[in-house]
């Protein structure tokens, strides 16, 4: 996917990089065959398709029927009203139903004129989830419909996301330490597959696979997928709790499907499986079985969260 331009001197432009890389849409966390076979399924009455799409449809609803969803000032409803207009998107494209799709559209639409700060935990969070009900809703079709989303729209989202989303994002150079950073690196690199950016997108990739350090000199934060995860399948937060280690292997998985459906590499095997070993230890974990736990640092050589205090499982 990474295409290189050889011009005279051997320099790339970025101009001309943009131009040469191609985005498949929709593809950050879902393509177009992954939301025709959900409705499928659906139709076809199977489970657990069934029962999981009419959980998500009542939720869906009652966003729908919801007025403002948003406290544009507010990161924390970022992080929750993201979500909620995901649910709107993925309810349109599993029922057919078209009101899902504008409602998803509207919602998004009162998210273009965010501008706070806010901190690059809880924006990673929200961003990643707005971003791609965006794709759906752009992007996304139903039997050959799509929800109507004029162009003027479409360009005040995307300068929202590289104008204000992008900065704080960014911050994940020196406050986005393990969890804090990761969600920020999946926001980014859906980011750059919505807005057809592959300047944000690259910077994505580079730091999931070698972290902060390799792309900000100042960095002092530590959240790529090998300063995560040990060669053991230990996870920055395994000697924290449970919920905080699988959330930080969550947004990593996020990114490596982004880059499985651009075609770009598979981050699923990078690192000698380094992702896979992590998901494997929290599974075995979080089934009663002993899993190896040493003293945790980060990249830095500083000692983190320690021992997990618990009586049904053993770390050793």
Same mark, same amino acid.
């Given at each position: 996917?990474?295409?290189?331009?050889?011009?005279?001197?051997?320099?790339?432009?970025?101009?001309?990089?943009?131009?040469?890389?191609?985005?498949?849409?929709?593809?950050?966390?879902?393509?177009?065959?992954?939301?025709?076979?959900?409705?499928?399924?659906?139709?076809?009455?199977?489970?657990?398709?069934?029962?999981?799409?009419?959980?998500?449809?009542?939720?869906?609803?009652?966003?729908?029927?919801?007025?403002?969803?948003?406290?544009?000032?507010?990161?924390?409803?970022?992080?929750?009203?993201?979500?909620?207009?995901?649910?709107?998107?993925?309810?349109?494209?599993?029922?057919?139903?078209?009101?899902?799709?504008?409602?998803?559209?509207?919602?998004?639409?009162?998210?273009?004129? *965010?501008? $706070? #700060?806010? !901190?690059?935990?809880?924006?990673?969070?929200?961003?990643?989830? /707005?971003?791609?009900? &965006?794709?759906?809703?752009?992007?996304?079709?139903?039997?050959?419909?799509?929800?109507?989303?004029?162009?003027?729209?479409?360009?005040?989202?995307?300068?929202?996301?590289?104008?204000?989303?992008?900065?704080?994002?960014?911050?994940?150079?020196?406050?986005?330490?393990?969890?804090?950073?990761?969600?920020?690196?999946?926001?980014?690199?859906?980011?750059?597959?919505?807005?057809?950016?592959?300047?944000?997108?690259?910077?994505?990739?580079?730091?999931?696979?070698?972290?902060?350090?390799?792309?900000?000199?100042?960095?002092?934060?530590?959240?790529?997928?090998?300063?995560?995860?040990?060669?053991?399948?230990?996870? *920055?937060? $395994? #000697?924290? !709790?449970?919920?905080?280690?699988?959330?930080?292997?969550?947004? /990593?998985?996020?990114? &490596?499907?982004?880059?499985?459906?651009?075609?770009?590499?598979?981050?699923?095997?990078?690192?000698?499986?380094?992702?896979?070993?992590?998901?494997?230890?929290?599974?075995?974990?979080?089934?009663?079985?002993?899993?190896?736990?040493?003293?945790?640092?980060?990249?830095?050589?500083?000692?983190?969260?320690?021992?997990?205090?618990?009586?049904?499982?053993?770390?050793?």
């Amino acid at each position: 996917m990474k295409v290189f331009l050889i011009v005279l001197l051997g320099t790339v432009t970025a101009a001309a990089a943009n131009e040469a890389k191609s985005f498949i849409h929709p593809g950050i966390w879902f393509k177009q065959d992954d939301f025709d076979r959900m409705r499928s399924m659906v139709q076809a009455k199977l489970e657990p398709w069934t029962t999981t799409a009419a959980r998500l449809v009542a939720g869906a609803s009652k966003t729908r029927g919801s007025g403002a969803s948003v406290v544009q000032t507010n990161a924390y409803a970022l992080q929750d009203g993201g979500s909620n207009i995901l649910y709107l998107a993925m309810a349109w494209v599993i029922t057919g139903d078209i009101s899902y799709g504008n409602a998803a559209r509207d919602k998004i639409n009162e998210w273009s004129v *965010y501008q $706070s #700060g806010g !901190d690059c935990l809880r924006q990673g969070i929200g961003t990643s989830s /707005l971003v791609n009900a &965006a794709e759906i809703i752009r992007f996304g079709s139903v039997n050959g419909a799509r929800v109507s989303w004029p162009s003027d729209e479409i360009t005040n989202f995307e300068n929202m996301l590289t104008k204000y989303m992008m900065p704080t994002l960014e911050t994940l150079k020196n406050n986005g330490d393990g969890g804090w950073g990761t969600p920020a690196i999946n926001a980014m690199v859906s980011i750059g597959v919505f807005c057809d950016n592959p300047t944000i997108y690259d910077k994505a990739i580079q730091l999931f696979k070698y972290g902060s350090k390799s792309v900000y000199p100042d960095a002092t934060a530590c959240n790529g997928v090998l300063e995560m995860i040990d060669d053991k399948g230990q996870s *920055y937060d $395994s #000697g924290r !709790d449970q919920p905080h280690a699988q959330f930080l292997i969550t947004h /990593l998985f996020d990114v &490596a499907i982004v880059s499985w459906n651009q075609g770009t590499e598979d981050l699923f095997i990078y690192g000698n499986n380094r992702l896979l070993l992590g998901m494997e230890y929290g599974a075995k974990y979080n089934l009663n079985e002993t899993v190896p736990y040493t003293q945790q640092y980060n990249c830095f050589g500083q000692k983190k969260w320690g021992k997990c205090i618990t009586s049904q499982n053993t770390l050793v």
